[in-house]
């Protein structure tokens, strides 16, 4: 669900590798990408301006929890 309203096209992942294609104009924050892969390029990598390649450091039992800290780290920040 929370894919869904980030305009998450599809996300695939186990605990090595993981990929995420967004749709045209995504409800995330852009400027989070480009932090992610500019300062942990090992892990980030843009495949192509709508899809990330994330390469995974979490054991199998963790990795829903990492896929949501990614997902709410790309959310788009509201300002209250």
């Given at each position: ?34 932090t992610l892969v500019q300062t ?38 509201t300002q209250n």
């Amino acid at each position: 669900l929370q894919a869904e309203k980030l305009g998450i096209q599809k996300l695939e992942a186990n605990h090595k590798v993981g990929r995420i294609t967004f749709k045209p104009s995504p409800n995330i924050d852009p400027m989070a990408i480009v932090t992610l892969v500019q300062t942990q390029g090992h892990i980030y990598k843009l495949l192509s301006a709508n899809c990330l390649q994330i390469k995974w450091h979490t054991q199998p039992d963790t990795l829903i929890q990492a896929i949501g800290e990614l997902l709410t780290n790309l959310a788009v920040k509201t300002q209250n």
